[in-house]
């Protein structure tokens, strides 16, 4: 069972936290699909405390989608307690987590993300001052490491502990790995076994068999899915499913897919406007055709559409497509 603070999840299954795609729009449609938690994209502590208008739209949380768990990054003890207790007051968020793990330069150079990850003793300062500022639980999601050479995961982990820290989220990389190589589960498995708080495995979890090798390999309290869930909130719905009943479910047929992804569009256009929406949707509505036959030259036309409408009418049309040449194979065959 996966419980963080008070907090009791329904199942271990977490969406990770994704820049530019976990907003409200699509952690709604993976709460919807089972997900026991949902982290929301990393959110800067000094927008937060400037005031910032985009940064302030990224708190916004429905309230079906709790439990959600809001990262926040910084480089500074001052400015992430004052956006920790920002979150803390005045968000919907049910968990305050810490970002060390963000791989990219412009958040190192700054000495946050994964920067962290060298310095235990940093990490419990930064913890122990946001966990002594709020009332929400604080969780931290950390990489294994900086690279090879300084693989400190489980003191890092252990300093989130001692800090007061509510559970710990691990990436099997290094920072300078990024995304390339495999995800390093006995680092994981260590982590889990000398620390007392939950911890959550993450990590190249693909399928739903995946996630339970992770959770049997590793004894993790719960599993994270990141870039397995893009356009795809059904593997969070077949993986809650496979690891409850052991069975493995088909994959949702084509007019499913495209249903669910104008959905999504829906939302995403509710939240931000037109225009921004349909242009950020393009990214995901090639995630959701990844598999489809096909595919490519409507992924070309995606890139043209500006409305709603038109991309609406791309989606439906390639079903219909799809849809009669199947009818075609089953009177032929
Ligand atoms: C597009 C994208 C955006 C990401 N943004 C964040 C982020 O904001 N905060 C964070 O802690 N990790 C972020 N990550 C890392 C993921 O949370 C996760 O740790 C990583 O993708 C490994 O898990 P996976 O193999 O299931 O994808 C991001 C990953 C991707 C692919």
Not at 233 to 248: A, C, D, F, K, S
Not at 281 to 291: C, D, F, I
Request: hydrophobic fraction near 40%; include cysteine.
């Amino acid at each position: 069972m996966l419980k963080i603070g008070d907090i009791t999840m329904k199942n271990p299954v977490v969406l990770a936290p994704m820049a530019g795609v976990c907003n409200s729009a699509f952690r709604l449609t993976v709460k919807e699909f089972g997900a026991g938690l949902v982290c929301a994209e990393m959110v800067s502590d000094k927008g937060i405390v400037f005031q910032n208008e985009k940064t302030m739209d990224m708190l916004y949380i429905d309230e079906r989608e709790k439990p959600l768990s809001l990262q926040i990054f910084g480089g500074e003890k001052e400015t992430l307690v004052q956006a920790a207790k920002y979150v803390d007051r005045n968000s919907n968020a049910d968990i305050i987590d810490i970002n060390m793990g963000c791989p990219v330069p412009k958040i190192t150079k700054c000495d946050a993300g994964a920067k962290w990850l060298l310095d235990p003793n940093k990490i419990y300062e930064m913890v122990s001052a946001v966990v002594d500022a709020v009332e929400k639980p604080v969780t931290v999601k950390m990489r294994i490491g900086w690279d090879e050479d300084h693989i400190y995961a489980v003191k890092n982990a252990q300093a989130v502990e001692r800090a007061g820290g509510k559970a710990v989220a691990v990436h099997g990389r290094t920072r300078v790995q990024m995304y390339e190589g495999t995800a390093n589960w006995d680092i994981i498995r260590e982590v889990k076994q000398s620390v007392n708080i939950p911890v959550i495995g993450n990590g190249d979890v693909q399928t739903p068999q995946d996630a339970k090798r992770m959770l049997d390999e590793t004894g993790v309290d719960g599993v994270m899915i990141g870039r397995a869930a893009l356009g795809n909130p059904w593997m969070i719905y077949r993986t809650v499913n496979y690891l409850e009943t052991g069975e493995l479910m088909d994959e949702p047929p084509v007019r499913e897919k495209i249903d669910v992804c104008i959905l999504h569009l829906d939302r995403l256009i509710a939240l931000k406007n037109e225009d921004i929406a349909v242009r950020e949707m393009r990214k995901h509505a090639a995630w959701y055709l990844k598999g489809i036959r096909g595919n490519a030259r409507v992924r070309n036309a995606i890139n043209e559409c500006n409305t709603r409408d038109e991309l609406a009418a791309l989606l439906n049309n390639l079903v219909v497509e799809i849809e009669s040449k199947q009818e075609i194979h089953s009177q032929v065959g």
